[in-house]
């Protein structure tokens, strides 16, 4: 699949009509262990601002799609989005039976969230504290 392609189906699921060249750029694929899933997350805005929604994919070291998500927070923030990408990708990794994760997302402020000891007193301090949780399963 082409990058245009991707963009051509980007523009009909967004609602964009434009293709700026300017915006594209080349990405590689990040090789994991034989064991580790690779998911790569994202929130998104672009339709509208009070509508959040996020999606994900998660792939086998060799590129192999293994499974995919969207879905909305509704009336909310990005942030609120980027972290319910991250743990929806988490739950669906654990309950499909994957243990060795990496995920990829653009977003620096959930890292930052997440490496932080005390979050507790955050308005998405439950929701990180799931994630947390999910990390450290056995």
């Known amino acids: 699949m082409t990058i245009f392609f991707q ?3 980007a523009q009909r699921a967004f609602g964009t009509n434009s293709l700026d060249t300017r915006t594209l750029r080349t990405v590689s694929w990040q090789y994991g262990d034989k064991d580790t899933m690779i998911l790569n ?3 998104n805005a672009l339709t509208n601002p009070e509508k959040e929604s996020y999606g994900g994919l998660i792939r ?3 590129r192999s799609f293994q499974l995919g998500f969207s879905g909305s927070v509704g009336i909310s923030n990005i942030l609120h989005a980027e972290i319910q990408a991250l743990l ?3 739950k669906l990794c654990w309950d499909a ?3 060795k994760l990496t995920c990829y997302s653009n977003s620096l402020q959930i890292v930052e969230l997440l490496t932080k000891e005390n979050t507790k007193f955050h308005h998405y301090a439950y929701l990180l504290e799931l994630i947390r949780m999910s990390i450290v399963k056995d």
């Open 41 to 43: 997350v994202d929130g």
């Open 97 to 99: 039976g994957y243990k």
């Open 7 to 9: 963009h051509h189906l």
């Open 88 to 90: 929806t990708s988490v």
């Open 60 to 62: 086998k070291h060799d």
